[in-house]
DNA sequence: AGCCAAACGAGACGGTCCGTCTCGTTTCGT
DNA sequence: ACGAAACGAGACGGACCGTCTCGTTTGGCT
């Protein structure tokens, strides 16, 4: 669809001007302009400046880690808190908090958006986690990782209070009781 | 700040608008002509078409019910189950979903509207069902509501995967498991 | 009743970004 | 070497933006 060279300097230009601006800087005709690119090769292949920025965080992440990894040591408690205490930092961090936040906010009204980052990014990671309950012998798998996952997007997605320190074990301390683990 | 059969006026505009075109359709612009108001008389009181689609939402749901009601009828479970059902059915009412979806995204990006939804509904909200939780003995009532909150919303605002009819009382259960209760 | 300041309706204004459209150029497969 | 596909550049009309004046209405105060 699109050259590999225009892919890679429009990738660096939506997250220049991200890291500069913040997402709310971000347009169509900036991007084009900071990649040297023309407005209609950036319409012919994405539909929107949150489109190009998730397109650009995804191939980021690829190349980071390839495939989504899920601790497994064998103890499930210390893999899960491990697991939250990544995914809190992750959320939190000042660098990536408004990127994911804004990902998340088109992903409410761009069908588009919503179905990429759950096939390439949410679905993965679910999957990864039920699996990582069944093998522990979790009998609902599915459920459990949903269980995990929910109250720590909720806390951070919609702003009700900061999450503590000692917040984590407690909360998969909890997980586990509801899936008959503890 | 702004007089009162202004503010109505304004209201009804938004919400019939958004009730036509969805939100996607709202602009200041819209909203000033259909009100038959200046434009500076809405950004003296708002600060977006978010803001005053909230603001409205926020006063119709005043006059619905005055105060945040959660069931208590002495059987906790039902109670929860009534909940999380009524949750799902007015997020996944195609009346509201966009709606909803719309204030979300917005909260994200304007820190003005996530204070207001936190104050005005999702605290309030929050604070009642601990309260219910507390009332039936529960020691972490906060983090309980928020294990049962969290994978609704997670569910229905990352669009994992559609609500089935036996998942309520079975995500009940694991709360209540959860938090010693069962 | 009459006054005055605050709030208002209307809309002009320059500006940004939208999405579409040409046009001439570069790139790449064969 | 050639033809098609992808591209860079930017013109274009249009929608909204947020700010700004204006002259008018409104409601409280005396």
Same mark, same amino acid.
């Given at each position: 669809m699109a050259r590999a060279s225009t892919r890679a300097r429009v990738h660096a230009a939506v997250l220049s001007l991200a890291a500069e601006s +913040?997402? +709310? +800087?971000?347009?169509m005709e900036g991007i084009a302009a900071r990649a040297g690119a023309g407005k209609q090769t950036l319409y012919r292949t994405w539909s929107s400046p949150a489109a190009v920025l998730l397109d650009a965080l995804l191939e980021q992440s690829l190349d980071a880690s390839g495939e989504v990894a899920i601790p497994d040591t064998g103890d499930l408690r210390a893999d899960l808190e491990t697991l939250v205490h990544g995914m809190i930092a992750e959320l939190t961090d000042p660098a990536t908090d408004r990127l994911l936040r804004a990902v998340t906010a088109e992903l409410q009204t761009d069908p588009a958006v919503g179905s990429e980052v759950l096939d390439r990014l949410l679905g993965p990671q679910l999957r990864a986690i039920a699996d990582r309950l069944a093998r522990a012998g979790v009998e609902c798998p599915e459920d459990g990782a949903e269980l995990l996952l929910g109250p720590v997007f909720h806390r951070w997605l919609l702003r009700t209070r900061p999450f503590t320190e000692d917040w984590p074990a407690a909360h998969v301390e909890r997980v586990l009781r509801a899936v008959s683990f503890g």
């Open positions: +913040g997402f +709310g +800087g971000l347009t």
